[in-house]
């Protein structure tokens, strides 16, 4: 079972969301078919529709995620790479005021914009990207 859960950091989540999903009814009835305690006074098993309440999914609490948030992009040549130093300015296309990407491991799920708390810099997220609409960026 160890050998399942090596690779989590290349797993798709969308893949598992919609096996998760399409296997909806058998996941349930499985969870409820799980062997119960053999002490008479705990509960019965929980109907199918509560079953997915009771999950224990704190497992995934602890999986790493990688957040990248994109401030801009620029493309140069090589011979204006070359030339770049120290106190050079890089100009990005993205504009002031424009909603900055937000990907976890990869993927776009928000966009947000930048501020500073205690002198550091943080993204206030202002828009969830829908599953369906990252299903469509796919």
Known sequence: MASDFENLDDLDWADVEGELEANRDAILAEAQNMEAPSDSDSPAPASPGNVASELDIDFLLDVQL?????????????????????????????????????????????????????????????????????????
């Open 66 to 138: 990688n957040i990248q948030v994109e401030v801009g992009r620029s493309q140069i040549r090589i011979e204006d790479l070359l030339e770049l130093d120290q106190g050079s300015i890089v100009e990005l296309q993205s504009a002031i005021g424009e909603p900055l990407d937000i990907r976890v491991n990869e993927k776009l799920v928000a966009r947000g914009e930048i501020v500073v708390i205690n002198d550091k810099f943080a993204v206030r997220i202002t828009d969830i990207i829908s599953p369906d609409d990252r299903f469509a960026a796919l």
